[in-house]
Nanobody, 115 residues
Framework: QVQLVESGGGLVQAGGSLRLSCAASRSVLSFNVMGWYRQAPEKQRELVAV???????KYADSVKGRFSFSRDNGKNIVYLQMNSLKPEDTAVYYC?????????WGQGTQVTVSS
């Protein structure tokens, strides 16, 4: 059973930064894709950033230039560096991994950005 454990969420003022971490219970290179999603209250879960097996990273338009996805293959951890945070970034952030056809999700970590 794969486990994904997020950490690093919290409360920050607008313009501030946070770094989220997601520790996987097996090699991050074993997944077809890994990524971060978020879900704000009363909204659908949306993709924030994703990395594929070739190392290609894609970002949602709303976070381009502010968020950065990275991966530490040796530690089996992926990160989401979030800069210039805005109140609209407030959400529960989820780590996701997929090994076709199975999806794995972390428990989520709350990010709250105050104005």
């Amino acid at each position: 059973q794969v486990q994904l454990v997020e950490s690093g969420g919290g409360l920050v003022q607008a313009g501030g930064s946070l770094r989220l971490s997601c520790a996987a219970s097996r090699s991050v290179l074993s997944f077809n894709v890994m990524g971060w999603y978020r879900q704000a209250p009363e909204k659908q879960r949306e993709l924030v950033a994703v990395i594929d097996s070739g190392g290609m990273i894609k970002y949602a338009d709303s976070v381009k230039g502010r968020f950065s996805f990275s991966r530490d293959n040796g530690k089996n951890i992926v990160y989401l560096q979030m800069n210039s945070l805005k109140p609209e970034d407030t959400a529960v952030y989820y780590c996701h991994a997929r090994t076709d056809p199975v999806d794995y999700w972390g428990q989520g970590t709350q990010v709250t950005v105050s104005s």
